[in-house]
């Protein structure tokens, strides 16, 4: 079992619509969580970032954390076709390791 | 401008032939580490630095060298590349684990 788990997608969002991304961990410990962009052939770039259970927004991006159930999400409102990218999952976990999900694409459709 | 900085961004090279990657950051970060990343695997940490002179391993480390001598730097090293060393490599810095600055990342491939 992997230690940080997405769906890989493709994940196709109406342009307008909310983008609802999951990600799962298996380190109960776990005390941090991340969410970055990758947008294709660049590096990753933070986007949010989530300690507390419940709901951080910003801008157009919502974070939850439940950290009873192990996952964390992440919603984008009013999908742009910029927004069209791979999103990765990272999970700082109990000893302090950060491992990261494999990724979920993201294609915002005109 | 705070940046990371990567250097070669793209390299060919032959099996056996050493090579160094080198990683640079001007943001003052103390955490910094070393990312490969392969279709349907994510990224993958293979050595990461808490401080100079503090390094460690990461999931895949095997076939890798790294140094920390100075804050800024964090160089890769390939003693005896090997074609599954091909690869996108990411160099990243950071205040703590999580919220990292990535390079831009470097493309090696190893023939």
């Known amino acids: 079992q992997k230690e940080v788990e997405q769906n890989s997608g493709p994940l196709s969002v109406p342009e307008g619509a909310i983008a609802s991304l999951n990600c799962t961990y298996s380190?109960?410990?776990?005390?941090?969580f991340f969410w970055y962009r990758q947008y294709s052939g660049k590096s990753p770039e933070l986007i949010m970032f989530?300690?507390?259970?419940g709901d951080k927004e910003d801008g157009r991006f919502t974070a939850q954390l439940n950290k009873a159930s192990q996952y964390v999400s992440l919603l984008i409102r009013d999908s742009q076709p910029s927004d069209s990218a791979t999103y990765l999952c990272?999970?700082?976990?109990?000893?302090?390791?950060?491992?990261f999900g494999a990724g979920t694409q993201v294609v915002v459709t005109p | 401008e705070a940046q990371v900085t990567q250097n070669p961004r793209y390299l060919i090279t032959v099996t056996g032939k050493k090579l160094t990657v080198t990683c640079s950051q001007n943001?003052?970060?103390?955490?910094m580490s070393w990312y490969r990343q392969d279709p349907g695997l994510g990224l993958r940490q293979i050595y990461y630095?808490?401080?100079?002179?503090?390094?460690d391993k990461g999931d895949v480390p095997e076939g890798y060298k790294v140094s920390r001598k100075e804050k800024r730097n964090f160089p890769l090293i390939l003693e005896s590349p090997s074609p599954n060393q091909t690869s996108l490599y990411f160099c990243?810095?950071?205040?703590?684990?999580?919220?990292?600055?990535f390079g831009p990342g470097t493309r090696l491939t190893v023939l």
């Open positions: 990243a810095s950071s205040l703590s684990r999580g919220e990292q600055f």
């Open positions: 380190d109960r410990g776990s005390q941090s």
């Open positions: 989530i300690y507390s259970n």
């Open positions: 990272a999970v700082n976990g109990s000893w302090g390791k950060l491992q």
């Open positions: 943001m003052n970060h103390e955490y």
């Open positions: 630095s808490m401080n100079v002179e503090v390094t």
